[in-house]
C-alpha cells in the first residue's frame, strides 16, 4: 500500500475529510458532468457516470443537484465547459506524483498546481514522465473488523480479482479497471459491500522518504488534495507508519 493511500486512511479516521464537504461536492458535481459529456446521461450505459453518482449518493447530494450536473454535461443546461487535464511531476525524494484535475481554467489551475509543488520542493513535469509508475485499477475497500477476511478473500479470488492487499485495518480488493463493476457486483451478491469504492492509479514500486522530505511529501500531498481543481493525487511514496502517525498529530492512531 503506497504512502498516499495509508495517509488518506489515518485522515479519514481523524474524520480531517469532513472538512472538505464543499470541495467534494463541487468536485463530484464536476466529475459528473464531465462523465456525461464523454459517455452520454445514462447512468447504465455509462460505467463512470455510474460510479459518480454512486458516489454523490453516499456523501448524501441531493438528486436534482447531481441531474443539474448531467444536464451541464449533456448540453441540456448552460454551464461552463469542464475540461479534464492530468499533470504529471516530482515531489521530495523524488516521489513519482499524477495529479487529475477537473478544471473550467486551465490557466489558473496549472499555475497554482506549479506553485505547490515549488513550495514543497516538487516540481511538474513532462506528460508521461511518471505514467509508467503507475497502473489503473478498481480498488474496493473493506473494514477489517466488518467482514470475514478468509470468506471475503475466497469470494474475490472467486470474482476473479487481481489481488487481495491485507493493510491491517483494511482489506483492499484490486480490479482490472474493466472488471470493477463486474468484482464489484459478485462480492456484493456474497454479501460483501465495500466502504469505499474507486478506480485510481496504484504504483507499481515506491520511493521511500523520511524525515524532512517526508514532512513535505505529506504537506504536498495535504495541499494539492485540499485544491478545488483537483480530483485526486496520486504518489508512490511509502513512509513509515509510525512516522505517519507523527506527522498526523494527535487522534491519528
Known amino acids: 500500500m503506497?504512502?498516499?493511500?495509508?495517509?488518506?486512511?489515518?485522515?479519514?479516521?481523524?474524520?480531517?475529510?469532513?472538512?472538505k464537504r464543499g470541495k467534494l461536492f463541487t468536485q463530484l458535481i464536476r466529475e459528473i458532468s464531465m462523465a456525461a459529456g464523454l459517455g452520454g446521461g445514462d447512468p447504465d450505459a455509462n460505467p463512470r457516470l455510474r460510479l459518480a453518482i454512486q458516489k454523490a449518493r453516499g456523501v448524501n447530494m441531493p438528486k436534482d443537484t447531481f441531474e443539474r450536473a448531467i444536464k451541464k454535461g449533456t448540453g441540456e443546461l448552460a454551464g461552463n465547459q469542464i475540461e479534464e487535464i492530468r499533470y504529471e511531476g516530482y515531489g521530495p525524494g523524488g516521489v513519482a506524483l499524477i495529479v487529475d484535475t477537473l478544471t473550467d481554467n486551465r490557466n489558473r489551475t496549472v499555475s497554482e498546481v506549479r506553485y505547490i509543488l515549488s513550495r514543497c520542493s516538487g516540481n511538474l513535469g513532462t506528460t508521461g514522465c511518471v505514467?509508467?509508475?503507475?497502473?489503473?485499477?478498481?480498488?474496493?475497500?473493506?473494514?477489517?473488523g466488518s467482514v470475514d477476511a478468509d470468506a471475503l478473500m475466497e469470494a474475490a479470488i472467486e470474482a476473479n480479482a487481481l489481488d487481495i492487499v491485507d493493510e491491517q485495518d483494511t482489506l483492499l480488493v484490486q480490479t482490472t479497471q474493466e472488471g470493477f463493476d463486474t468484482v464489484k457486483a459478485a462480492l456484493e451478491a456474497r454479501g460483501f459491500s465495500p466502504a469505499r469504492a474507486t478506480v485510481q492509479m496504484v504504483p507499481s514500486s515506491t520511493v521511500t522518504v523520511a524525515g524532512k522530505n517526508a514532512e513535505l511529501m505529506v504537506k504536498l500531498y495535504d495541499e494539492l488534495d485540499a485544491h478545488e481543481d483537483v480530483a485526486a493525487v496520486y504518489a508512490n511514496f511509502d513512509v513509515s507508519d509510525e512516522e505517519l502517525l507523527v506527522l498526523a498529530g494527535p487522534g491519528a492512531a
Do not use: C, P, Q
Request: charged share 40%.
Open 131 to 144: 505514467a509508467y509508475i503507475f497502473d489503473r485499477r478498481g480498488v474496493l475497500e473493506f473494514d477489517r
Open 2 to 19: 503506497s504512502g498516499h493511500s495509508k495517509w488518506a486512511t489515518i485522515k479519514r479516521k481523524k474524520g480531517a475529510t469532513d472538512a
